[in-house]
């Protein structure tokens, strides 16, 4: 009995099956793009024709995601600074944290971190 290498996915790390497999032209990572429209499937990346070379172009969905956006030091608040930015108590922004519905970080010492830019209502640097 042979030994059946599964083949997995560089964007969600799921198995990869044959009818699913593409690899992207910018990294090299296997990933899925279902190929077959009778088999269900989902797709991790793109395919498209390069019309410059006349060719089938592939990329995975870590290739196309936006390059994060730049930020300082100055960007990134704790709870309190967040909440008061936001024009709002501390513990509904925890709340909404908790609920996914702000991005954040939590330290290794238990601090909630938030980005002055995902703060409810998008709230601007301040100069």
Known sequence: MQDVEVKVCHVCAGAVEAHMEAWCNWCGN?????????????????????EEHLALEFACNVCLAPPAEPGTLDDVLDLLEAAAAAQMTPAALEALAEAGQVRHRRT????LLFRRGDLPGGVARRG
């Open 30 to 50: 296997l990933y899925h793009l279902n190929s077959r429209a009778d088999l269900p499937g989902t797709d991790c990346g793109q395919v498209w024709i390069n």
């Open 108 to 111: 290794a010492g238990g601090v």
